[in-house]
T-cell receptor, first 115, second 117 residues
Framework: DQQVKQNSPSLSVQEGRISILNCDYT??????FLWYKKYPAEGPTFLIS???IKDKNEDGRFTVFLNKSAKHLSLHIVPSQPGDSAVYFC??????????????WGLGTSLAVNP | DTGVSQNPRHKITKRGQNVTFRCDPI?????LYWYRQTLGQGPEFLTY????????KSRLLSDRFSAERPKGSFSTLEIQRTEQGDSAMYLC???????????????FGAGSRLTVL
């Protein structure tokens, strides 16, 4: 059972436009969400995160929105650049006591930004 | 510091052979994770160390798999009697974990790709 769902396996946008990548989750215990970007032949690289106490976090061209009631988050990239072309993974961390945390990952969305 | 280093980058082996992967994390990071990723999937958690202690193992980690981090620095992941289903990218990640902190940002290595023929 996929607890973190990225329902769009791929997305294509024009350079300069907005890219919106979506992620849904089922476990209400998740309290921390992260986006990672992955280029071919490299490991995933951290992009941006959001805690469940917030509904928005912004870092330069990247903004993550969290809608807890809908169990939905989205990553907005504005403006999109060809170098943003990569696979984007949504990941969530379950709550609980202690410092033993592991991430639950979505399947990824492949973003292609066309010049 | 050059980040998280994994070796070898690619290993091709015959079914039934043993393989070992090594991960050198970022030196000041106390937490080390192993993940497995197959094509079209997200990374799947295998195991996690805090310093030299292995604190959690996924049920994906069968008894053919063993991971160690003897001195709390580098780690090895050994797969015995490999099977074709073991073919995947094995990712190592490290983080600086603080007591009772939230989810840590992981720094990943480039991965070790295993192909079992």
């Amino acid at each position: 059972d996929q607890q973190v769902k990225q329902n769009s396996p791929s997305l294509s946008v024009q350079e300069g436009r907005i890219s919106i990548l979506n992620c849904d989750y089922t476990n209400s215990m998740f309290d921390y969400f992260l986006w990672y970007k992955k280029y071919p032949a490299e490991g995933p690289t951290f992009l941006i995160s959001i805690s469940s106490i917030k509904d928005k976090n912004e870092d330069g061209r990247f903004t993550v929105f969290l809608n807890k009631s809908a169990k939905h988050l989205s990553l907005h990239i504005v403006p999109s650049q060809p170098g943003d072309s990569a696979v984007y993974f949504c990941a969530a961390s379950p709550g609980g006591a202690g410092n033993n945390r592991k991430l639950i990952w979505g399947l990824g969305t492949s973003l292609a930004v066309n010049p | 510091d050059t980040g998280v280093s994994q070796n070898p980058r690619h290993k091709i082996t015959k079914r039934g052979q043993n393989v070992t992967f090594r991960c050198d994390p970022i030196s000041e990071h106390n937490r080390l994770y192993w993940y497995r990723q197959t094509l079209g999937q997200g990374p799947e958690f295998l195991t996690y160390f805090q310093n030299e202690a292995q604190l959690e193992k996924s049920r994906l980690l069968s008894d053919r798999f063993s991971a160690e981090r003897p001195k709390g620095s580098f780690s090895t992941l050994e797969i015995q009697r490999t099977e074709q289903g073991d073919s995947a990218m094995y990712l190592c990640a490290s983080s600086l974990g603080l007591a009772d902190s939230g989810a840590n940002v992981l720094t990943f290595g480039a991965g070790s790709r295993l192909t079992v023929l």
